[in-house]
């Protein structure tokens, strides 16, 4: 417990004193601790340690540690590729998702949504260096995607998601974040009247934090800086 203690108090203030050169308050930057491959033993104890949200890519194995760990007030965040057969139980059974890059998608997540559950929170990923092999939307096609997705009830647009291509020179990694946050600002400045809490940058890992800290993250996925290397 002690060294995943120590490991989350190392990452706070590494996140705290980027944001503070960026001139950035750390209280708008949620840690989002990624414990797939993790045991729950490991999330308690980083839950133990004061930390709350949890993602996950996989829904078989986060459904299994939310069994074994209900008693704790977990915020569980879905971070993966979004199969069509396992959209109900991700509505069911997360607080957020940060993985939404199509209309159907989106359609089957407010559908199944508990209605006496608030609203499912959810950022929509990009595919910011138009990889191939990378799931999400492409840039061009963003703005169509979250006007088709206005309407749709027990879900809340919060904002964006993306992964920059790996293998990139840490300038290209800052490139891609500070696309993302344009596109972010053009989106609350041309649809901001109908998504009033369009505010969130999901981006940056263990290994580019501190540049996504710099360009804006709000939501920064963390997994081996504070779990270690996935078993």
């Known amino acids: 417990m002690h060294k995943i203690a120590d490991k989350l108090t190392q990452v706070k203030h590494r996140i705290q004193q980027v944001a503070r050169l960026s001139g950035r308050n750390p209280d708008e930057i949620t840690l989002l601790a990624v414990s797939k491959k993790h045991p729950a033993a490991a999330i308690a104890d980083a839950y ?12 078989q194995e986060a459904l299994d540690k939310m069994d074994t760990l209900a008693d704790l007030a977990i915020t569980w965040h879905f971070i993966g590729p979004i199969q069509s057969n396992k959209v109900k139980k991700i509505a069911q059974h997360f607080a957020w998702v940060h993985s939404v890059d199509n209309l159907k998608t989106a359609q089957k997540l407010s559908k199944h949504r ?24 492409l840039p061009e096609n963003l703005d169509e995607l979250v006007k088709s997705v206005r309407n749709l009830p027990n879900i809340t647009l919060r904002g964006l998601m993306a992964i920059p291509e790996k293998g990139t020179s840490k300038d290209d990694e800052n490139n891609a974040f500070a696309r993302l946050r344009q596109l972010l600002n053009e989106l609350q400045i041309k649809r901001g009247k109908h998504f009033p809490e369009l505010n969130t940058l999901s981006m940056g890992m263990s290994a580019d934090m501190d540049d996504a800290v710099w ?6 996925r963390i997994g081996t800086d504070i779990f270690g290397p996935r078993p």
Request: net charge negative; charged share 20%; proline share 5%.
């Open 114 to 137: 508990p209605e006496d559950r608030a609203p499912l929170q959810y950022c929509i990923q990009v595919n910011i260096d138009n990889e191939a092999s990378k799931a999400g939307v």
């Open 215 to 220: 360009e804006g993250a709000t939501i920064l």
């Open 48 to 59: 133990a340690a004061g930390q709350a949200d949890f993602g996950e890519n996989y829904l």
